[in-house]
């Protein structure tokens, strides 16, 4: 089997600084990582850079070095509030590293001014050459596919898209099938991983399913094979599996070979709903 060019997501080991990320990553197998530009909670861990200073260029060094790439940064949260504007330097510090796109949370209860900062957003991406990906979670203000895709469409900027996290996905009842309408210029990227077949239902277990109960793609019961079959074939994915209970590297070297199984699987046709790889 070919392997795929796959990404790592920061979350997988948010532990790692960007250069040991870049080194764990390289040394499993991955062809790119996500980095954490932005906290995802207040006080949340982070790892901002600056172009111009040595730290940015350690990291640059230590990318050439290892022949990773950046696919994206996170994570940017568009709260009623937003400063837009602000984020011209870490887009300016992304593109710099070579990154693909930005990904943003919807947290906003007004769908139009939520698709307006994101249209503006969108702008401020553009001439850094990034994409602006907007993930839908379960417990945030844009917590479901339909959210997700009437704020890009209203948006109707050319690099407005959606991520599309299988836990996400299944756990707001979305199914594979609803992605098959969806124009594929929507639809760049995923995030793939696994997780048990019981739901949570309280608002704090589902965040902490999502931020440190996940399983190995292929070891649990989301219907990974229907989603690689409705995203389009150039589909960008990557692996967030974020699973304290295994040592850094061991949980890195896990998810790249539980996921080379997975798309081998698919490949030859011998993946089947609720199995396991």
Not at 165 to 184: E, F, M, N, V
Request: with cysteine; hydrophobic share 50%; glycine share 10%.
């Amino acid at each position: 089997m070919t392997r795929p060019v796959l990404g790592l997501a920061h979350l997988t080991a948010l532990e790692l600084s960007p250069p040991a990320l870049v080194t764990e990553a390289a040394h499993a197998g991955f062809a790119s990582i996500g980095l954490r530009f932005v906290p995802a909670t207040a006080g949340g861990p982070a790892y901002p850079t600056r172009v111009g200073t040595e730290a940015h260029r350690a990291l640059k060094q230590v990318l050439a070095a290892e022949g990773v790439r950046v696919s994206d940064i996170e994570f940017i949260q568009l709260t009623p509030d937003i400063d837009v504007q602000a984020f011209a330097g870490v887009f300016e510090a992304a593109a710099d590293l070579g990154a693909i796109s930005v990904i943003v949370s919807g947290d906003d209860h007004d769908p139009a001014r939520l698709a307006a900062h994101f249209a503006e957003l969108c702008d401020l991406a553009l001439p850094f050459g990034l994409r602006v990906d907007l993930e839908f979670m379960r417990w945030r203000a844009i917590g479901a596919l339909p959210q997700a895709l009437a704020i890009v469409r209203q948006a109707g900027k050319s690099n407005g898209a959606i991520l599309v996290d299988a836990l996400h996905l299944t756990r707001s009842g979305g199914k594979a099938g609803d992605l098959i309408s969806i124009p594929d210029e929507w639809l760049r990227a995923a995030q793939i991983c696994d997780a048990g077949a019981d739901a949570p239902t309280t608002e704090a277990a589902i965040i902490a399913e999502a931020r440190a109960g996940r399983l190995p793609p292929g070891g649990g019961s989301l219907p990974l094979g229907e989603l690689l079959a409705a995203l389009p074939a150039d589909a960008f994915l990557s692996v967030e599996m974020p699973m304290p209970a295994l040592e850094t590297r061991a949980r890195i070297a896990t998810a790249f070979e539980a996921t080379l199984r997975l798309l081998d699987r698919y490949a030859r046709g011998t993946m089947r709903p609720g199995q396991r790889c």
